[in-house]
């Protein structure tokens, strides 16, 4: 499992589909896919949408049966304020929503 993070609009899909020689047609968007295609897709980008989306259908993404299952998988994500600083800039908690998607994204229970 690989992990590709950045901020927006930093070209993390398209670095993420060269790097590791994936095509578009092999990679899925998280806003949009169905919820167990994470299982089968070799690239999942807006990770960070998808992990709002398992919160939004009260679903748990266990990252131990993820690496299980696929593997391989590569999750592109955008940086979501997990930064020290980003308290102090107010970047954090603007909606609660937000603030519980930084905190699922950030705190995934993840042994291997």
Not at 49 to 70: G, S, V, W
Request: glycine letters at 8%.
């Amino acid at each position: 499992m690989i992990l590709v993070t950045g901020g927006c609009f930093q070209g993390k899909t398209e670095y993420a589909l060269e790097k590791f020689q994936i095509s578009r047609d092999e990679a899925a968007d998280g806003r949009t896919c169905p919820l167990h295609m994470i299982y089968t897709t070799k690239l999942l980008y807006h990770f960070h949408e998808y992990i709002k989306r398992c919160m939004e259908a009260n679903q748990e993404l266990d990252l131990e049966e993820l690496e299980r299952r696929n593997p391989d998988i590569v999750l592109v994500t955008n940086v979501m304020g997990w930064f020290p600083l980003t308290n102090l800039t107010g970047l954090t908690g603007r909606r609660p929503e937000e603030s519980a998607v930084r905190r699922q994204g950030g705190h995934q229970k993840y042994t291997g």
